[in-house]
């Protein structure tokens, strides 16, 4: 049975850091994608960032850019995402999504492409 399992949410002042860790068991993603998106009340899920292993190849949704930053290690498969200056509207349920596939540049921001999700970790960033 596979599953990814999400940690590190919680609640955070704005302008502070958090970081979310995905572990993945069942089978290995190593070569494929890993990534996250989420979804907060009354808005559609959101990609948040992915990593795919062929060619090191990250991506970053637009208003996370500069402040998110994504990692994996392939030895544990898991993937990270360091959140910094966190702003009120960050607030949401992060998902960790995976998928064994090496995906193309134009569907990894997909959330069609992934075939395996976790079941969410609140973040709450406060004015």
């Known amino acids: 049975q596979v599953q990814l399992v999400e940690s590190g949410g919680g609640m955070v002042q704005g302008g502070g850091s958090l970081r979310l860790s995905c572990a993945a068991s069942g089978r290995t993603f190593s070569a494929g994608t890993m990534g996250w998106f989420r979804q907060a009340p009354g808005k559609e899920r959101e990609f948040v960032a992915t990593f795919r292993w062929s060619g090191a190849t990250t991506a970053y949704g637009e208003s996370v850019k500069g402040r998110f930053t994504i990692s994996r290690d392939n030895t544990k498969n898991t993937v990270n995402l360091q959140m910094s200056n966190l702003r009120p509207e960050d607030t949401a349920v992060y998902y960790c999504?995976?998928?064994?596939?090496?995906?193309?540049?134009?569907?990894?921001?997909?959330?069609?492409?992934?075939?395996?999700w976790g079941q969410g970790t609140q973040v709450t960033v406060s004015s």
């Open positions: 999504a995976a998928t064994a596939s090496r995906l193309i540049i134009s569907n990894l921001r997909a959330a069609t492409a992934y075939d395996y």
